[in-house]
């Protein structure tokens, strides 16, 4: 967003007592040595040298750090006064919990005291009331979601982190309470729905050229677990069919030794964080893409220099080492035992390397192309909507690592595969394989293995 028009509403926001940590000498102490294990195949991850230090505030980064970002969330959107609602001093009916998690927000099941939680469990808690949820974020158990209070004890803003969209919670509580899960999509999400609780949508109109009641059908048309992420550097909302563009959230686990990030290999991990702290989240830092000054492929981003942005103080930069290590240390998830089968796995490995090609481009243990991990649209049998949207202007091979842990919102950055066993006959018939139906099952199951 214009950095300018935000520095005006921004000054409050230096707040987070996180900011101060920024920078921070990367010496190299100690080795973190993991061994990923599952049950058929034993495969050394390549271990990376990080340094615990930097991981632990990389964590807190990334859990808990707006960037500054509320300068947009609540100077420009208002979202803490459409948390509020009309009763408690904001606009709108409020967001109550049980509203909060209906959008698919979490809440942190270890951040609620003891008394919190025994009120839960005896039904003393109004879950429909917005004040109960100004409450949980004073406790800072929003997922994603930080809430600062001014010397009243009143809520004066929030911001977003990292959380939000890239981790979820084990549901050990209630359904959408529980412990962090770091890395994991939160494909319940509804982000596009999120932003349009905004009463100045008309910002959003203004900087996409388009009138605000078409910015609330791209908004309210993304659905649970995507987000447009291009949308603001080339304002494209719609696929050539007419229907609305998102992609899954992706996971942010298991990117050790992966070359480019995102769908489109836009960049690698901590180029991302750099695009997304700045860009997405609206933070306060510094970013230069010049790939973002085409006014053709990118007439949004060009027309408002989103490829140079600057701010002083600079709430990014300093904490982007420590986040891209948070990244790297989060392994991705191994499956439950007894979540696939294990005897048709091993067989399903045997396809998978021999006769479906597949280990060409996902080889292990990144189960994504060792070097340039990028292929045309054309190689992999879709449409190149999304790969034009990019610089790259081709598709990243997805890492496949902790796939049974995405499965929700389907497959392919759109979600387009409801299943894996439609992502398998898309491939059988792409590649003419030909595979037996006994192939594809052990394929699917192998793939739920890794
Ligand atoms: C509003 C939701 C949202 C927030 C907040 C968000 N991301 Fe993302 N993130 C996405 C989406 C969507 C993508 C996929 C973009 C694409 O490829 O189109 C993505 C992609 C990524 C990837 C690439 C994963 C891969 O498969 O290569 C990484 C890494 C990442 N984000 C890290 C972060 C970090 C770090 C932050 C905080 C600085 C952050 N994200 C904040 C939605 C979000
Ligand atoms: C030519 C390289 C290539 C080959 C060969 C290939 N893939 Fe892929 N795979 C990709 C790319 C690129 C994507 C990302 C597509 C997208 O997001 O639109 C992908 C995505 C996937 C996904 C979706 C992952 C997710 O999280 O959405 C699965 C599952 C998958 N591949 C499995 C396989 C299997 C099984 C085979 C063998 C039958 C195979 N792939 C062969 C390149 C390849």
Redesign the pocket.
Known sequence: MKKKYIAAAGSLLLAAGLLTRCTKTETITETITETVTDTIIQTEIDTLFLDPSLVAEGKE??RH?T?GDEAFWSGVLHLDKAILGEANGGYGDGVSPATALVVGLKVDAEALPSEVVSAIQAGQVDLEDPATTVELLRLNSVV?VKGNFDDNGDLSSIG???????STVDDSFADGIGKRLDGY?NRD?N?GVIVSLTDNAQFLADLLHVDEATVRTVLTGWGPG?????LMADGIATKPDGSIA???????YG?QG?H?????G?GD?TY??AF??NL??H?QGNFTDARLNDPIQFPIAAENNFGNVTNSPDL?TGKLPA?QA??LSLKAPIPPVGSFDAAAAERGKVVFEGVAQCATCHIAPIFTDAGQNLHTAEEIGIDDF?AKR?PTGKY?T??LRGLWARTQGGFY?DGRFATLAEVIDHYDSHFQLNLSTADKNDLSEYLMSL
């Open positions: 980064i990334f750090d960037f994603g977003i982190t990292c959380a939000l969209c890239h999509p999400l982000v995507k987000f447009n992420a291009g998102a992609n899954l959230l992706p996971a942010a990117l992966v480019l990030a995102t769908y489109t836009w991990v991302w964080n997304v702290a997405e989240m933070g990014i986040l948070y990244q999304e990019s990243r997805t890492p950055h």
